[in-house]
């Protein structure tokens, strides 16, 4: 499976970003997309995975009501769309991709290259 993740870019406090995350390679539809991030010093965390069937969706606490995690399986990509940013939310946002939902990064086979998303204060 290759990733390739866009949409980073710098946003002032209180904006948004939609980050899209396209997969090539093996059959979309049967796979956990997952988005994590990882902000400068710190350890890669787990911020939003959505199910094969986009029946079930999962946050972290830290984003549940501001992010939405979405995907089109016609066009193998996966969204993240993120609202009322906030300047902790800067950091490198990966796709990932897994057989099964969770929320540790070493659960998730293939991951894209990453895109930065900076929000200013």
């Known amino acids: 499976v290759q990733l390739q993740a866009s949409g980073g870019g710098l946003v002032q406090a209180g904006g948004s970003l939609r980050l899209s995350c396209a997969a090539s390679?093996?059959?979309?539809?049967?796979?956990?997309m997952g988005w994590f991030r990882q902000a400068p010093g710190k350890e890669r965390e787990f911020a939003a995975a959505?199910?094969?069937?986009?029946?079930?969706?999962y946050y972290a606490d830290s984003v549940k009501g501001r992010f939405t995690i979405s995907r089109d399986n016609a066009k193998n990509t996966v969204y993240l769309q993120m609202n009322s940013l906030k300047p902790e939310d800067t950091a490198v946002y990966y796709c990932?991709?897994?057989?099964?939902?969770?929320?540790?990064?070493?659960?998730?086979?293939?991951w894209g290259q990453g895109t930065l998303v900076t929000v200013s204060s």
């Open positions: 990932a991709s897994g057989q099964s939902y969770g929320r540790g990064s070493s659960g998730y086979d293939y």
């Open positions: 390679g093996r059959t979309f539809k049967n796979l956990v």
């Open positions: 959505i199910t094969r069937s986009s029946g079930f969706t």
